[in-house]
């Protein structure tokens, strides 16, 4: 039953407790009421100008009188988008890598793009910033943020391991050499002197590695002597000696096993064509080449050193 409250004179609820505590029937101030008001009207229009209500209609589904839609936004973004873009790829089809190099705004605009490119097609293998992978067995896929690169780390070359794709072949040398020589070539392989023992050349390693066991980036045959290993990394965890017995070992499977030589205890060391494979344009091939050469130490002239005992990727 409603009452007049003592101390404020207005009438309540009939919830009173005590002489300062009720429960009051005086209106919510006049901008409030305002403020529903309005808003309870901007959800109608709001209602009535998105297609907010799912329910069907001789064309399928209210649509809203304002005719937006998702897709026509997106497309009006990418519109936006691509009209920036447009300057450059138009530019961009019919320069080389090294073209693009020489262009500062487009390196600029081609290196950011090759980041996205990056991202979703060689991050899987390579880590997200060239890092390279790690398995069980060792290097996965070969770092790409530095200066060693096994077919040579010029933009054409990168260039062209992208483009074309990267499969190394060593033989297995199983049936070819004895447990002492292969274990003789291993140790000296490990310790970055492979010319050390006569065996190098007596056995026609020299063929793919050289003389001086600095390989062929055109064969994309390993540098045996600055010490950088394509499916070996150092183990902080252990010491010198433990890293060594490792190194030798790993040089011992690659001798006697080979790489790419089908024989199932070898190295896989496989890089694909992503032009044969139509994964991506011509223009994307050069964006990521340009990327890879930019974050990656690529060189200018001076021929590089080549990393390991096989080819697995641009490196």
């Not at 009438?11 to 309870?40: C, I, Q, Y």
């Not at 600029?108 to 490119?117: H, N």
Request: with cysteine.
């Amino acid at each position: 039953m409603s009452e007049k409250h003592e101390a404020s004179g207005v009438s309540t609820t009939g919830h009173v407790w005590d002489d300062d505590l009720a429960d009051l029937t005086n209106e919510p101030p006049k901008w409030w009421m305002l403020g529903l008001t309005a808003s309870a009207l901007f959800v109608v229009v709001y209602w009535l100008y998105y297609p907010s209500i799912p329910f069907a209609t001789t064309n399928g589904f209210f649509k809203g009188i304002g005719g937006w839609t998702a897709i026509k936004e997106m497309e009006a973004d990418v519109g936006e988008v691509e009209a920036v873009r447009g300057k450059f790829e138009a530019r961009l089809k019919g320069m080389t890598p090294a073209a693009i190099l020489a262009d500062s705004e487009l390196t600029e605009y081609v290196t950011r793009s090759g980041k996205v490119l990056f991202g979703d097609n060689c991050a899987a293998c390579h880590g997200q910033n060239g890092i390279g992978t790690h398995d069980k067995e060792g290097l996965f896929a070969p770092i790409l943020n530095d200066d060693d690169w096994l077919y040579g780390g010029k933009i054409e070359d990168i260039h062209a391991s992208i483009e074309g794709g990267r499969q190394g072949m060593m033989m297995a040398h199983k049936d070819m050499l004895s447990a002492a020589e292969i274990d003789a070539l291993a140790n000296a392989v490990a310790k970055g002197q492979p010319t050390s023992t006569p065996l190098f050349a007596a056995k026609g390693c020299t063929a793919c590695h050289g003389e001086d066991g600095k390989g062929n980036q055109a064969m994309g045959s390993a540098n045996l002597v600055d010490k950088i290993w394509r499916f070996e990394v150092r183990n902080d965890k252990l010491n010198d000696a433990e890293n060594m017995k490792r190194l030798v070992e790993g040089s011992k499977r690659t001798i006697t096993y080979g790489v790419n030589s089908g024989d199932p205890q070898g190295r896989a060391a496989v890089m694909p064509s992503f032009k044969e494979a139509g994964k991506l344009s011509d223009t994307e091939i050069k964006k990521l080449a340009v990327y890879v050469y930019k974050f990656g130490g690529g060189q200018s002239d001076a021929p590089a050193a080549a990393a390991a005992p096989a080819a697995g990727a641009a490196k």
